[in-house]
């Protein structure tokens, strides 16, 4: 060996023992950390109608219903199999208020129940068996409207029921058929009672009945003591007891019972809501809506639907509006 090639080995393997030395030390190095790569920023696809998240956000207009049949077909042609059993037991059986003046009352001297709502059955049952009396009614509490619906306990409600994306989620509705706002009933010896609202109700005690609309909204007024009924007939009980202060309620409702309590007055405030009136249904008795809402656009064809207003809310609202306009498409 050449007096040079001694240190060039020697270099050699010192380099290669170190290389090595390195290579262990790395890999008995438990707090080494390394930087994730970033995963390319993406946005996420709008739902189309075929996903899950745009099925569940369909309700964007509460008062969008089912398009009408093209005209009314004779019973015999019907075939649904819902609409079959109403035909079948020879009538229909229809959910309604007993209490509500105007609009679903009870007439001391008849006996019978009568009203706006009662008016409406009747013309389904009209259209259906060509006789408006084919129709039972069940009276029924606001609470009671859609548990019944979906037990299938009555084919229909009709009782001032608002139209709502989150009652659509359990059942159906006709097109709306009435067009009503929420408003408040006080005592006459209230100062400047004619033009209180919810908001100026400051620590008194208002009522509305349970599993209703309006009560949702009273409990979202800050201000008002919130007390409850079975009913809107029952608020007013507890107003002439003196255990309420004012009563909400659609204006509509509120009329009726004012006209049964002269010491009482609806406010003239602006309507704290809009309240779309829609008939009930089990949520798959599609055709029997459609099958509705041609009777409801034939009545307001005809006129037949300002006859009804004229009948029971002339008197207290004044002329009838046009009727509302209907929204298909569901």
């Not at 389904?124 to 069940?138: L, T």
């Not at 002439?240 to 019972?257: E, F, M, W, Y």
């Not at 309507?271 to 099958?291: Q, S």
Request: proline letters at 7%; one cysteine or more.
């Amino acid at each position: 060996m050449s007096p040079g090639a001694l240190p060039r080995a020697v270099g050699r393997r010192l380099a290669a023992l170190a290389t090595v030395a390195g290579l262990v030390a790395l890999a008995g190095c438990s707090s080494v950390t390394y930087a994730e790569t970033p995963l390319p920023t993406t946005t996420a696809p709008k739902p189309t109608s075929s996903t899950p998240a745009a099925a569940a956000a369909v309700c964007d207009n509460a008062t969008q219903s089912y398009d009408p049949l093209p005209s009314l077909p004779n019973r015999g042609e019907i075939t649904d199999g819902s609409m079959r059993k109403i035909i079948t037991k020879g009538y229909i059986t229809v959910g309604v208020s007993a209490d509500t003046y105007l609009f679903g009352a009870r007439n001391a001297f008849t006996g019978g129940i009568e009203g706006f709502d009662i008016d409406m059955a009747r013309a389904v049952a009209k259209a259906i068996f060509g006789d408006p009396s084919k129709v039972q009614f069940r009276v029924i509490t606001a609470n009671d409207r859609i548990p019944l619906l979906k037990d299938r306990a009555v084919d229909m409600v009709a009782r001032n029921m608002s139209m709502t994306c989150g009652r659509w989620n359990d059942i159906a509705f006709s097109a709306e058929y009435y067009r009503s706002g929420q408003k408040v009933l006080v005592g006459k010896n209230l100062p400047d009672a004619v033009n209180l609202g919810l908001a100026d109700l400051k620590g008194k005690r208002v009522c509305a009945p349970n599993g209703t609309t309006s009560l949702a909204k009273l409990e979202q007024v800050q201000g008002p003591t919130v007390v409850t009924a079975g009913t809107h007939t029952g608020c007013l009980v507890l107003f002439q007891q003196g255990k309420a202060d004012a009563i909400t309620g659609d204006d509509t409702v509120l009329a009726g019972l004012a006209a049964q309590d002269p010491n009482t007055v609806v406010t003239k405030a602006k309507a704290i809501t809009t309240e779309p009136y829609g008939l009930g249904f089990n949520k798959a008795d599609i055709y029997l809506a459609r099958y509705v809402n041609r009777v409801i656009a034939d009545l307001e064809a005809d006129g037949e639907w300002k006859r009804i207003y004229d009948r029971w809310l002339a008197g207290p609202l004044g002329p009838a509006p046009a009727p509302p306009t209907p929204v298909y498409g569901r």
